[in-house]
Structure formats: structure tokens, C-alpha cells
């Protein structure tokens, strides 16, 4: 079975630039969520879709961040413009009907 | 923060020996899971155990929930050089909160051959 595919694995920007991550979760699976991990932390939700439909976005910065989950499949996570405090990796991960979320390889983002 | 903690932040053993990983958490849960991270697999699934649990076993791994303090450990048994890696417990509350997980900050365990 394919996993939680990502891309890209690494992205450096400057300040104020907009960027955009891309997650394929795996197929079937209805919820797909993203966390950012910052250094040295465990990662934080940032949103959680079911199909097509958000189920939690309470600790998405929604001034610069947003997401979309189209056709209740691929999903973008994109933030504009970023800030220095957005370099981390993001990761998504997706579920299907138990608990145990499956995690892709995530995005490691370098905002200069 | 709305992490929980995790200590010791690192642990270093030697091939062979037991490694132990506290967790607690800060509000009432419908389960609670651990996942490691290393480099080369990214973050992957443990062993989740149910808030009506006490303990539970997976091959080398033993988890305990003891949920009127909060907390919960891991036992890794018989270290391996692969077991190298961050270990991360991730609590759930269910209800309508289902599926969503807050992590720990993690434990860095490194095992020496």
C-alpha cells in the first residue's frame, strides 16, 4: 500500500514570499490533517479535514495560512505572506475509520 | 502550551538495556498514542492504548495509562541500536475532537551499540 506522499521535501523562501505544500493522503482514507513541527517540538495540528469538509482549524494562523482539500482527496496547505517563526516541516498525515494516523515524510520549510 | 510533557527530553543507553519514557497530559482522553520519529522512516504509529486500559504490550514495547494522574509511560525492553530515535506520546479526547491528536515535545533516545 502507497503512503502519505508530500512535496516538496524541502523549500527555502524569503520573508513576505507565499508558499504552497502539496499531500496525496492514502487512498480510502477519509481524514487528512496537517501539523506543523517546529525544532525541537512535538508537532501541532493546524487543520484537520473530513472529505471535503474541515473539522478543526482552531490553531490555524488564518490571516496567512490556508487550506483546501478538493474532491475529498489531494490536499494544499499554503502560506502568503510567510514569516521567519513559519520555518518548520509540515507534515501530513491521513486515517481512515481507527485512531492511528499515517504520516508523510513532511515538508522542511526555510524562511529567510 | 496545550502539549503535554515528556521527560527525560534525551536519554542515552547502552544495546541491551531498558529504556522507560514518561508522558502526561493535560485533559481527559479517549485514548492515548505513541509514535517515533527518526530520519530515515519520518513518524510512525506505536501502539495506541484505550483510556479504559491500564497497560498494554506490543513485541518489545509495554505501555501503562494511569489516568487519574494523567500520565502515561513507555517501556522499550531490550534496546537496539534501530530503536534510536524521537519518541513522541499523542493524547486524543475523542468526542468532537475525534482524531485529533496533542503530541508531547518528545523524548530523543539514543542506544549505543
Known amino acids: 500500500e502507497a503512503g502519505v506522499a508530500q512535496s516538496p521535501r524541502y523549500k527555502i523562501i524569503e520573508k513576505r514570499q507565499s508558499v504552497a505544500f502539496w499531500c496525496n493522503p492514502i487512498?480510502?482514507?477519509?481524514?487528512l490533517y496537517w501539523y506543523q513541527q517546529i525544532l525541537g517540538q512535538g508537532p501541532k495540528l493546524l487543520i484537520q479535514f473530513q472529505n471535503n469538509g474541515v473539522v478543526d482549524d482552531s490553531q490555524l494562523p488564518k490571516d496567512r495560512f490556508s487550506a483546501e482539500r478538493l474532491k475529498g482527496v489531494d490536499s494544499t496547505l499554503k502560506i502568503q505572506p510567510a514569516k521567519l517563526e513559519d520555518s518548520a516541516v509540515y507534515l501530513c498525515?491521513?486515517?481512515?475509520?481507527?485512531?492511528?494516523?499515517?504520516f508523510g515524510p513532511g515538508t522542511r520549510l526555510t524562511v529567510l | 502550551s496545550q502539549q503535554g510533557e515528556e521527560d527525560p527530553q534525551a536519554l542515552s543507553i547502552q544495546e541491551g538495556e531498558n529504556a522507560t519514557m514518561n508522558c502526561s497530559y493535560k485533559t481527559s482522553i479517549n485514548n492515548l498514542q505513541w509514535y517515533r520519529q527518526n530520519s530515515g522512516r519520518g513518524l510512525v504509529h506505536l501502539i495506541l492504548?484505550?483510556?479504559?486500559?491500564r497497560e498494554k504490550h506490543s513485541g518489545r514495547l509495554r505501555v501503562t495509562l494511569d489516568t487519574s494522574k494523567k500520565s502515561s509511560s513507555l517501556l522499550i525492553t531490550a534496546s537496539r541500536a534501530a530503536d534510536t530515535a524521537s519518541y513522541f506520546c499523542?493524547?486524543?479526547?475523542?468526542?468532537?475532537?475525534?482524531?485529533?491528536?496533542?503530541f508531547g515535545q518528545g523524548t530523543i533516545l539514543t542506544v549505543h551499540p
Open positions: 487512498s480510502g482514507h477519509a481524514t
Open positions: 492504548i484505550r483510556s479504559n486500559e
Open positions: 499523542a493524547s486524543s479526547a475523542g468526542g468532537t475532537s475525534y482524531g485529533k491528536l496533542t
Open positions: 498525515a491521513s486515517s481512515y475509520g481507527s485512531y492511528e494516523q499515517f
